[in-house]
């Protein structure tokens, strides 16, 4: 297996995406959000760039979208939902179509359209990811950052997964440096996929984190913390634009939050 880290969507080039499997990561909050409204039964995810983009989707879809975003963190004047992933209960999304524009989130899916396939990265989700991604040969993970700049919580996941999957393939993956960086990292500052590592801990002091608690949304950051709370695979669908739940386990064992 090839395993490429990219910090950023910037430093990914479009050509290197085509014919790979790609996860975006953008832990607090786009792709943990996402995650939660597929575990709480939406029907898809309609990612857009922009605020107009969304209305004007969730206008052809009369009453069976929600809107939701952020701009700023905050949610957008006239759509239902922000982007807590606390939001994004059954009683909120189940049945619909989420309509959904982040500042970050949405624009790093954008980069990989002409990937095979494209999987959403979290710590809700992380062992059944691991486990989907173990039979890719040429894989990405690419972090979202925030505004163009390296943020810790994305490189922790995609060190996490590194590290998972080079336990399952002692020797047999091919790591670059930025994926060697992002294990070493995850190892020396979290180090356990548990419920009771440093995980939380790590977030809140992340660039992501210090953002959210500045604008009161701390609680997000224990929801991102929570390992395999969601485990859901949510995949950006080829040849659509709308990311659905490819495998999820028994709604009963639903909902967490
Ligand atoms: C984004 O996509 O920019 C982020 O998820 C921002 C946020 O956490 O609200």
Redesign the pocket.
């Known amino acids: 297996m090839k395993l490429t880290v990219h910090f950023l969507p910037a430093l990914a080039d479009p050509h290197q995406l085509a014919g790979a499997t790609v996860v975006v990561a953008?832990v607090?909050?786009?792709?943990?959000?996402m995650l939660a409204a597929l575990w709480s039964g939406a029907r898809a995810i309609i990612p857009c760039l922009e605020i107009e983009d969304a209305l004007r989707v969730a206008g052809s879809l009369r009453g069976d979208a929600v809107l939701g975003?952020?701009r700023?963190?905050?949610r957008i004047p006239g759509f239902q939902l922000?982007?807590?992933p606390a939001e994004y209960t059954p009683a909120a999304v189940s049945g619909k179509t989420v309509v959904l524009t982040?500042?970050?989130?949405?624009?790093?899916l954008q980069a990989c359209r002409a990937a095979r396939r494209v999987l959403l990265g979290a710590f809700v989700n992380i062992s059944s990811l691991v486990d989907e991604l173990a039979r890719a040969d040429d894989l990405v993970f690419l972090c979202?950052g925030?505004?163009g700049q390296v943020t810790c919580e994305d490189v922790l996941l995609a060190g996490a997964a590194v590290r998972e999957l080079q336990q399952r393939m002692p020797g047999g993956i091919d790591v670059n440096d930025q994926g060697q960086l992002a294990g070493a990292a995850w190892q020396s500052m979290v180090g356990a996929l548990s419920r009771t590592s440093p995980l939380a801990d790590a977030l809140r002091h992340s660039r992501?984190g210090l953002?959210?608690r500045e604008?009161g949304?701390e609680s997000?950051i224990e929801l991102a913390a929570q390992v395999d709370a969601m485990p859901v695979i949510g995949e950006l669908l080829p040849g659509e634009w709308r990311v659905a739940a490819t495998s999820r386990p028994d709604p009963s064992a639903r909902p967490h939050c």
């Open positions: 953008d607090l909050r786009a792709t943990t959000t975003g952020e700023g963190g905050r922000g982007n807590s982040t500042t970050n989130g949405t624009r790093a979202a925030t505004d992501g953002n959210l604008l949304f997000d």
